[in-house]
């Protein structure tokens, strides 16, 4: 039996591959919005894309898998950090890559 914690946890994750000018950014803003979690994502200039997210564990576990089986997107790599959470963060956003 998966164990479900009500507590938010805050993953910050790096990721590699054909991920950009392939909708990666609105598209896990779409997958966050309907687990109901909150955080951001944006382009960074070499090729990667960087995305905090935050919500129950099991949630975002769902975020990920969700993210990976896109047939659009092809992620090579990923890095998780796991972060404290944000208290005051409400929604998931697209940021600009300068942010």
């Known amino acids: 039996m998966e164990e479900r914690s ?6 910050h994750i790096v990721f590699e591959g054909d991920v950009q000018f392939v909708g990666f950014r609105y598209t896990a803003r779409l997958i ?14 070499d090729g990667r894309v ?10 975002l576990r769902r975020f990920l898998l969700q993210m990976k089986s896109q047939p659009h997107i092809h992620i090579s790599r990923y890095t ?13 956003s697209v940021r600009d890559t300068m942010e």
């Not at 960087?50 to 949630?59: E, I, K, R, T």
């Not at 950090?81 to 998931?92: C, G, I, S």
């Open 6 to 11: 009500e507590h938010p946890v805050r993953w």
């Open 50 to 59: 960087d995305l905090a997210v935050q919500g129950p564990v099991s949630d």
């Open 80 to 92: 998780i950090t796991v972060l404290d959470p944000d208290p005051a963060e409400r929604r998931f």
């Open 32 to 45: 966050a919005r309907k687990l109901g979690l909150s955080g951001w994502v944006k382009n960074l200039p």
